[in-house]
C-alpha cells in the first residue's frame, strides 16, 4: 500500500517535471526540471529494487545537470527567466508525434503479454549485477568503457578552439588553396614545386 | 505498481521527450528532448528487469548500456554545440539552414 503510494507520488513527480521541461520560462530552470525527473526516476527504479540503478542515475544526472545549467548560462539568451520565453517550431506535428508514441507504447505495454516473472527475493541485485558486470558480460562492461573513451577524446577534437587547418571558428580552409596561388613557380630538382 | 502502470509512465515521459525534442529550437533544448526520451527507456528497462526476467542481471546490464548511451549522447551534444557555435554562430536550429561549414 505504502509501495503503491509512494509510487504514484514518484510517478507522477517524473511526469510532471518532464512536461515542465519545456514550459519553464528559463533554460537553467528547464535543466533543473529536467533534473527533477530523472531523480524521481531514480527512486521508482530503487522501489524496483535495482538500487544501484536508481542511486547511479541519481548521481549522473545531478553532475550533468549541473554542467547543463552552466551551458545555459553561458551560451543561451534569457537564462535569468525573467521574460517569457517559448522557442517552438512545428508545435503541432510535434504534439502529434508525442501523443502518438505515448499512445503506442502504453497501447504495447497494456495489451501485449509479458511474461511474469518478477526479482525474487532474498537475493541482492547489486551484487548480483557486480558479479555480471565483471563475469559474464566484461566484454559489454569493457565496450562501454572504451566507447566512453572515443566519446572524450571526439568531444575534444570537435570542440577544441583550433582546428586542423586553422582557427576554428573560421571554417575549414582547405590547403589546396595555398597551392594553387604558387602553382607557376618553377619546379625544384626534385620535381616539387 | 504494475508492470502495465510502469510502462504507461514510461510512455508518457517518452512521449513528452519526442514532443521536445521535435519542437525545441535551441540545440540545448532538443537535447533535453533526447535525454527525456532517454529517460523513458531506462524506466521501461527496469521495469522489464524487475518484472519479467526473474531477477537475471542481464535486465540490469541493459540499463548501464543505456546509461552509457545518455552520457555518450551528452557529452557528444555538446561539443557539437560548442562547435556549430563557434564556426556559425548559431544556437537554435533556424541559423542552420545548409550544412556546409
Redesign the interface.
Known amino acids: 500500500m505504502i509501495?503503491?503510494v509512494t509510487?504514484?507520488a514518484f510517478?507522477a513527480l517524473?511526469?510532471f517535471s518532464?512536461?515542465r521541461?519545456?514550459r519553464a520560462d528559463s533554460?537553467v530552470r528547464?535543466?533543473y526540471w529536467?533534473l527533477v525527473?530523472?531523480a524521481a526516476?531514480g527512486v521508482?527504479?530503487v522501489?524496483?529494487?535495482?538500487q544501484?540503478?536508481?542511486l547511479?542515475?541519481i548521481l549522473?544526472m545531478g553532475g550533468?545537470m549541473t554542467?547543463?545549467a552552466v551551458?545555459?548560462v553561458a551560451?543561451?539568451?534569457n537564462p535569468a527567466g525573467l521574460n517569457p520565453m517559448t522557442?517552438?517550431?512545428?508545435?503541432r506535428?510535434?504534439?502529434v508525434?508525442?501523443?502518438v508514441?505515448?499512445?503506442?507504447?502504453?497501447a504495447?505495454?497494456?495489451f501485449a503479454r509479458?511474461?511474469?516473472?518478477?526479482?525474487?527475493g532474498g537475493?541482492d541485485?547489486t551484487r548480483?549485477?557486480g558479479?555480471?558486470?565483471l563475469g559474464?558480460?566484461m566484454l559489454?562492461?569493457q565496450t562501454?568503457g572504451v566507447?566512453?573513451l572515443a566519446?572524450?577524446i571526439?568531444?575534444?577534437a570537435?570542440?577544441s578552439?583550433r582546428g586542423r587547418f586553422g582557427d576554428?571558428?573560421?571554417?575549414?580552409v582547405e590547403p589546396v588553396q595555398l597551392v594553387v596561388a604558387d602553382a607557376g613557380d618553377e619546379p625544384d630538382e626534385e620535381g616539387h614545386r | 505498481?504494475t508492470?502495465?502502470?510502469?510502462?504507461?509512465?514510461?510512455?508518457?515521459?517518452?512521449?513528452?521527450?519526442?514532443?521536445?525534442a521535435?519542437?525545441?529550437?535551441?540545440f540545448?533544448?532538443i537535447?533535453?528532448?533526447l535525454?527525456?526520451m532517454l529517460?523513458g527507456t531506462?524506466?521501461?528497462g527496469?521495469?522489464?528487469?524487475?518484472?519479467?526476467?526473474?531477477?537475471s542481471?542481464?535486465g540490469?546490464?541493459l540499463?548501464?548500456?543505456l546509461?552509457?548511451v545518455?552520457?555518450?549522447e551528452?557529452?557528444?551534444g555538446?561539443?557539437?554545440?560548442?562547435?556549430i557555435?563557434?564556426?556559425r554562430r548559431a544556437?537554435?536550429?533556424?541559423k542552420l539552414r545548409r550544412l556546409k561549414?
Not at chain 1, 87 to 91: A, D, G, L, P
Not at chain 2, 3 to 20: H, K, R, T
Request: no cysteine; aromatic share 10%; proline share 3%.
Open positions: 509501495l503503491d509510487f504514484w510517478a517524473a511526469v518532464g512536461w521541461v519545456f533554460m528547464a535543466a529536467l525527473s530523472f526516476v521508482i527504479l522501489l524496483l529494487k535495482a544501484f540503478l536508481g547511479i542515475l549522473m550533468e554542467i547543463m551551458f545555459m551560451f543561451m539568451m522557442m517552438v517550431h512545428r508545435n506535428v510535434a504534439i508525434a508525442g501523443v508514441s505515448f499512445l503506442a507504447i502504453a504495447l505495454g497494456l509479458f511474461p511474469t516473472a518478477p526479482a525474487p537475493v541485485p548480483r549485477l558479479v555480471e558486470l559474464d558480460s559489454v562492461f562501454a566507447a566512453l566519446t572524450m571526439a568531444a575534444i570537435i570542440s578552439a576554428a571558428d573560421e571554417g575549414s | 505498481m508492470l502495465q502502470a510502469l510502462i504507461v509512465v514510461a510512455a508518457a515521459i517518452f512521449g513528452i521527450g519526442v514532443y521536445g521535435l519542437s525545441q529550437q535551441s540545448v533544448m537535447m533535453m528532448g535525454e527525456l529517460n531506462i524506466l521501461a527496469g521495469t522489464m528487469w524487475a518484472m519479467t526476467t526473474g531477477g542481471p542481464k540490469q546490464m540499463v548501464v548500456v546509461l552509457t545518455m552520457a555518450v551528452a557529452a557528444m555538446f561539443a557539437l554545440v560548442i562547435g557555435y563557434r564556426v544556437d537554435i536550429t533556424e561549414g
